[in-house]
């Protein structure tokens, strides 16, 4: 596995402003993917960044609106651009050694926009 | 389009009782992965288990267990003797193969909420 760190822990923001949340993986890694959990619900696929390629982005998300970076093979960050109240969720990253399948999660971050 | 049911939105038993929560998935692909995952009250999600569509092994890890039936597309997860810190809420998630290899985005369930009374 690995350890993964998210910054911040969470933050409370305002509508109209925008949050970039940090994921540092302790190995490195291609793949490191991005989620959302709304307040009591599931998790949402939000993208898939791999180092050296632009982020794929699930349908109902847009570069606009989350735009990633993934400079390199620890470190990746997702922006919330524009907040709503309707972005007010947990954001996780989460990473896949090489040649596995499963996914360690990072922490999250809890976002409030008021 | 993948989907992943967890049709049991809470299940409430008391301590020492074994319980079983239902996973059905739906995909196209003949290569894919099924995965639980717990989400204690703490929040941080923990990976239980991988199970790759060509292996329909059951499998046992001290007080869990997994049946994987692929004439089902079922993946159920069973705990036996449940305890008290078994609360959480578990979710079932499906991915399937990636071109080129390597790990793809998860579809997760609705998860189910465990509450182990004492």
């Known amino acids: 596995s690995a350890v993964i760190s998210q910054k911040p822990s969470r933050d409370i923001c305002q509508r109209g402003t925008s949050l970039t949340i940090q994921c540092q993986v302790d190995s490195q890694v291609t793949m490191m993917f991005w989620y959302r959990q709304q307040p009591g619900q599931s998790l949402t696929l939000i993208a898939t960044a791999n180092q050296g390629s632009e982020a794929t982005y699930e349908s109902g998300f847009v570069i606009d609106k989350f735009p990633i970076s993934r400079p390199n093979l620890t470190f990746s960050t997702l922006t919330v651009s524009n907040m709503s109240p309707e972005d007010s969720s947990i954001y996780l990253c989460?990473?896949?050694?090489?040649?596995?399948?499963?996914?360690?999660f990072g922490p999250g971050t809890r976002l409030t926009v008021t | 389009a993948q989907k992943v049911t967890q049709a049991q939105t809470e299940i409430s038993v008391v301590e020492k009782e074994d319980v079983t929560l239902d996973c059905v998935y739906e995909?196209?692909?003949?290569?894919?992965?099924l995965f639980w995952y717990k989400q204690p009250p703490s929040g941080e999600l923990v990976f239980l288990i991988r199970r790759n569509s060509f292996d329909e092994q059951n499998e046992i890890s001290g007080r869990y267990s997994w049946n994987f039936q692929k004439s089902t597309s079922s993946f159920n997860f069973t705990i036996t003797a449940s305890q008290v810190v078994d609360s959480a809420v578990y979710f079932c998630a499906l991915s399937e193969a990636r071109s080129g290899g390597g790990a793809d985005g998860l579809t997760f369930g609705k998860g189910t909420h465990l509450i182990i009374q004492p």
């Open positions: 995909t196209r692909d003949t290569t894919y992965y």
């Open positions: 989460s990473v896949a050694m090489t040649g596995r399948y499963e996914q360690y």
